[in-house]
């Protein structure tokens, strides 16, 4: 579909975050003890992650007029279908593997607020994906920083 409104990217973002949080429950099965407690600390991040971009739904007025705003794309989002090269299985190389898995996931959705913030049409809604792209380059700092404190311990 090349015509979308906001809020379908944004309903798009948070279920995204939804099926990361399933994918990162669904390999701590499988895992030891220090890739456990990292894979539940991912799948803890992408819930909360989940319920920060659901909560613009809940605003009232406060986002409601960029969340209805039409924008034309001829390419679908998301951009590259990274869930779908989701490991079904834990990948090799401990916690430094799994960051590395949640970056990548994590720069998908940077990509998209970034392309979406440069295709604004007024400042509302580029303000809107320049602090969604904000948000996403402090939780990436953070994520990155956790896990490499569980990674030393």
Do not use: C, I, N
């Not at 951009?79 to 994590?106: D, I, K, N, Y």
């Amino acid at each position: 579909m090349r015509f979308h409104q906001v809020k379908e990217l944004v309903r798009w973002a948070a279920d995204y975050h939804g099926r990361l949080e399933a994918a990162y429950t669904g390999l701590a099965g499988d895992a030891g003890d220090r890739e456990r407690m990292a894979l539940e600390y991912l799948a803890d991040h992408e819930r909360r992650m989940q319920a920060e971009l659901e909560a613009y739904f809940g605003d009232g007025d406060d986002h409601r007029r960029v969340l209805e705003t039409w924008f034309d794309d001829p390419a679908d989002f998301p951009h590259p279908p990274v869930l779908e090269r989701f490991p079904a299985s834990l990948p090799e190389g401990g916690v430094e593997a799994l960051l590395s898995l949640a970056l990548t996931q994590h720069r998908t959705l940077q990509d998209l607020y970034r392309h979406r913030a440069e295709q604004a049409v007024g400042r509302e809604e580029r303000d809107f994906f320049e602090a969604l792209v904000q948000g996403e380059d402090a939780e990436v700092r953070r994520l990155a920083r956790d896990m490499q404190r569980l990674e030393a311990y």
